[in-house]
């Protein structure tokens, strides 16, 4: 279920003390995980990279107070190579994604100089985009298609930036031609993030001049929050110009999502 309006109304925050101890379990979380991505990982098969990464992007989603739902049909990781091109509104959006289905993600390359978090996307093999530099797309090209042909699963925002959760933005093409030449299936995935009653949960949106920990502040001031992932049809491909098929796929977000 979901919704087309934010809510302009102050929703019921959570107490100081719930947010302490909300904050101390997510901490507690990451050193875990900073525990076995440094000791643990570089002996785990691929499989057990991807149910590690997939058990623990679920706990931090519930250690947010965050009850994911799940709509559609998760890609299965061995029925051949994805591509996921999602709307983006928080940094959640990759960790409520990686519960439903492990996925290597293309992320900005701020985050990897955030403390902790970007060490952890390393380990996880994020790749890194400097938007601004043509360069660099074509050097990602390159590393999303060899990806793609061994049998990956790729996962990119077109937007090229966040919103708060209250409209989708134009989606750029560029990094649609690796999945295209790899013969992957493009799959949109509309993601939203709501209050307890209904609105659109702004809390959760890493946008405008914000900063990861001010997102992470307002998402504990929040008693709950309905984060719901639509996993969409696969897109037709062959024969499609890029630009195309990144408008396809912004159109049937918008469209589950109402906007």
């Not at 959570?14 to 875990?32: G, I």
């Not at 990686?98 to 955030?114: D, I, L, M, Q, Y």
């Not at 930036?161 to 750029?172: E, K, R």
């Amino acid at each position: 279920m979901t919704h087309n309006a934010a809510s302009t109304h102050r929703a019921p925050r959570t107490s100081r003390f719930t947010r302490a101890w909300r904050l101390a379990r997510v901490a507690a979380h990451f050193t875990h995980a900073a525990g076995v991505a440094g000791l643990g990982y570089p002996f785990m098969s691929a499989s057990r990279r991807q149910r590690t990464l997939q058990r623990w992007s679920a706990g931090l989603v519930r250690h947010l107070a965050t009850n994911l739902t799940v709509h559609g049909e998760p890609p299965r990781q061995d029925a051949g190579p994805f591509l996921l091109v999602a709307n983006h509104v928080s940094w959640l959006d990759i960790f409520a994604i990686n519960a439903a289905v492990p996925t290597r993600f293309v992320a900005k390359s701020e985050v990897r100089r955030w403390p902790l978090v970007g060490w952890l996307c390393v380990k996880a093999d994020t790749l890194f985009i400097e938007r601004d530099r043509r360069r660099d797309l074509a050097r990602l090209d390159g590393i999303i298609a060899a990806a793609l042909h061994a049998g990956a699963g790729m996962g990119v925002f077109l937007e090229g930036t966040t919103t708060d959760g209250t409209l989708v933005l134009p989606f750029h093409s560029s990094l649609l031609r690796p999945a295209q030449q790899a013969g992957a299936r493009v799959i949109p995935v509309a993601i939203q993030y709501c209050r307890r009653d209904g609105s659109i949960c702004t809390e959760a949106a890493y946008d405008g001049d914000k900063s990861a920990l001010d997102t992470l502040k307002l998402m504990l001031t929040q008693h709950e929050i309905h984060a719901h992932v639509h996993f969409l049809p696969p897109l037709a491909t062959q024969g499609v110009h890029r630009k195309a098929l990144a408008a396809s796929a912004r159109e049937v977000i918008v469209r589950t999502l109402k906007f």
